[in-house]
């Protein structure tokens, strides 16, 4: 029987197959992943290191399509304002990667390279090195769960005849479409603004 031109298996195909299964149910399985691509569970081991491999392929997949330019930017304030623009929206598109992805220690290198970018940024920009990597989860954290919030159906608050909340209505009136979108921007503008505060002082240290 001739061979077929394609492999079967390879680090692409089951990455985008994992991807799939976390798309659409928020998890994936070895197994699972092997009965879509029309395979033995054993075969896709032998292309990646286990499940903790697939996850770490599924980080640097997602990640992928952050703007490595960002972080080039001038100055650094408008750098890390576009990382984080650009880093909501990749994984905006993958909501439910993020718990996944968020719960698993970052090992992929392209993903480690990215960060080391954006503390070289900091440093550079005279940021105190104890200072940095708390800005960047802040950043990380309000990214993704904005990221998640745009998932979410846009009214949140159902409001019942049961609850006396006439002020919380008229709030909710007033806010109209693009709530999501809105609360990231009040959010970052406020994180951007701590984090001149930061540099200064850090500077002054």
Do not use: C
Request: hydrophobic share 45%.
């Amino acid at each position: 029987m001739a061979r077929p031109r394609t492999p079967l298996l390879d680090r692409e195909r089951i990455t985008t197959t994992a991807l799939q299964l976390v798309d659409e149910h928020g998890d994936f399985s070895v197994p699972q992943i092997a009965k879509r691509l029309g395979a033995q569970t054993g075969s896709v081991y032998h292309h990646v290191d286990g499940r903790d491999g697939i996850v770490e392929l599924l980080r640097e997949r997602v990640a992928s399509v952050i703007d490595p330019g960002t972080l080039s930017q001038t100055p650094w304030d408008t750098a890390l304002e576009a990382w984080a623009r650009s880093y909501r929206a990749a994984f905006a598109a993958h909501p439910k990667a993020i718990p996944l992805l968020m719960t698993s220690p970052v090992r992929a290198p392209r993903v480690l390279e990215q960060y080391e970018r954006a503390v070289t940024l900091l440093l550079d920009a005279g940021f105190a090195v104890a200072d940095i990597m708390p800005l960047l989860v802040a950043v990380e954290n309000l990214v993704l769960g904005s990221a998640l919030d745009l998932a979410a159906p846009e009214t949140m608050w159902e409001l019942t005849p049961d609850a006396a909340t006439p002020r919380l209505a008229e709030a909710l009136a007033a806010v109209g479409e693009g709530r999501a979108d809105r609360a990231f921007e009040v959010g970052l503008e406020g994180l951007m603004t701590h984090a001149r505060a930061l540099r200064v002082h850090g500077k002054r240290s």
